[in-house]
């Protein structure tokens, strides 16, 4: 507690939040924003608690979090296509009730126009695929379909060509990984920024949770990281190697994105590699399952069981999705319950055949196979999960709920 001197209309200005000059100001201004606007102070004391509520954004849209999230992804494409009204009939008509959709997709595009006085303006945006969010979203709220926005964050091929400092250079030249895919550096600030812009637009939009992707190096880099060119920036002269650099790198965007989404009034969920969750901490990449975890609402293993070696002893994983699901989650419980305020644990799970992995690697994935992977959450107490389908194409029938 703190004694402050002020009169009855300073004290009216250091509780409640107002505007100046079309700026939101906090609780803690208030009394300097008072006297400028010429309200006379008198000197009487009362007693104010340590830390005042914070602003919180109102976007006007009116969504509750369910009783467990249980989601579909969506693409950029599909969110502003004609494909958009079958998803949102699908979702409806079945014990899902989430979409996540692309707000900055794989390759770095914004799937929506930035507003010119936005900061994003600026940038290269890509490819616009939903020409009025509003529109979807306002959709979404009339139907009670819990809107979550996605935002892949280090993978950049847009951002990093436009703007190569921001990336790493081999000879030169933007590197790029086998799959033609550039990454922007974890360590840059800027790059920091530029993502969290584009979560704060998401939320402003009327989106109740921001889900964050690709919070990582590119995979395999410490085989490469004493080649590529790429800067440092504060984490030079840290004092801990370059594979705990990359951890603290990566935890603390997450921590800082939390803290600059707190007055918009969204969770805050990271999708991370599953194995991330079986290992001390996956330097390369610079995920540290536990230390993000702290650090969000949600958190999101990607446990599609065709993305597995062996493991658990299971030697073809992809022909096994109940146990392989199973084990995961005895793993991931474990390490969540030996943290003081764990996330919320949702799964993503797998709906699509992974033909790739070739013959007597894998199933064709439809609704037995969806529906064991879901019992295997709920056997260990997770109720929330969301599917996976690159090409946004479900399975039919499935009891989500077993």
């Known amino acids: ?51 005042l509520p ?14 467990a ?33 692309d707000i900055k997709d794989d390759f770095g595009n914004l799937t929506y126009e930035p ?14 695929y939903i020409k009025e969010p509003r529109k979807v979203l306002e959709e979404l709220e009339k139907r009670q379909i819990y809107p979550i926005a996605r935002v892949v964050v280090f993978k950049d091929t847009v951002l990093a060509e436009a703007r190569p400092e921001l990336s790493y250079k081999d000879g030169g030249s933007i590197w790029k990984n086998g799959r033609g895919e550039a ?4 360590f840059s600030e800027e790059v920091w920024d530029y993502n969290v812009q584009v979560a704060i637009e998401a939320a402003k939009m009327g989106f109740k949770e921001i889900q964050f992707d690709y919070v990582r190096f590119p995979e395999g880099f410490e085989t490469r990281d004493d080649k590529l060119e790429y800067t440092m920036g504060k984490y030079a002269d840290m004092d801990m190697n370059d594979t705990q650099k ?13 803290s600059k989404l707190e007055q918009y009034d969204v969770e805050v969920s990271v999708d991370i590699f599953g194995y991330s969750a079986t290992i001390p901490e996956a330097p390369g990449i610079g995920q540290n399952f536990s230390k993000i975890s702290k650090n969000v609402d949600v958190i999101s293993s990607m446990i599609y069981p065709s993305h597995w070696g062996s493991y658990f002893g299971i030697s073809k994983p992809d022909l096994e999705p109940y146990n392989l699901v199973n084990e995961y989650a ?12 764990a ?24 609704r037995a196979e969806v529906e064991a992977q879901v019992k295997a959450l709920k056997d260990n107490g997770i109720d929330e999960f969301l599917l996976w389908n690159a090409g946004n194409t479900y399975s039919k029938n499935v009891d989500y709920t077993p």
């Open 1 to 51: 507690m703190r004694n402050l001197n002020v009169g009855v209309k300073s004290l009216l200005a250091a509780v409640l939040l107002f505007s100046v000059f079309g700026q939101t100001v906090l609780a803690e201004d208030a009394l300097s924003a008072a006297n400028h606007n010429g309200f006379e102070l008198e000197n009487k004391e009362l007693t104010l608690p340590d830390r």
């Open 54 to 67: 914070r602003f919180v954004y109102d976007s006007g849209l009116d969504f509750e979090y369910p009783d």
């Open 69 to 101: 999230v249980r989601g579909i992804y969506v693409t950029g494409h599909s969110a502003g296509g004609s494909k958009f009204t079958q998803l949102a009939d699908f979702v409806e008509s079945t014990e899902l009730n989430a979409m996540v959709i």
């Open 115 to 128: 507003k010119k006085d936005s900061p994003l303006a600026q940038y290269d945006i890509g490819k616009p």
């Open 183 to 186: 990454f922007v550096n974890p």
């Open 246 to 258: 990359r951890v603290q790198a990566v935890t603390d965007f997450v921590a800082y994105a939390n």
């Open 330 to 341: 005895k793993v991931e419980n474990q390490v969540l319950d030996e943290l003081k305020e």
């Open 343 to 366: 996330p919320t644990s949702r799964p993503w799970l797998q709906d699509f055949t992974a033909s790739y992995l070739g013959s007597g690697n894998y199933l064709n994935y439809g």
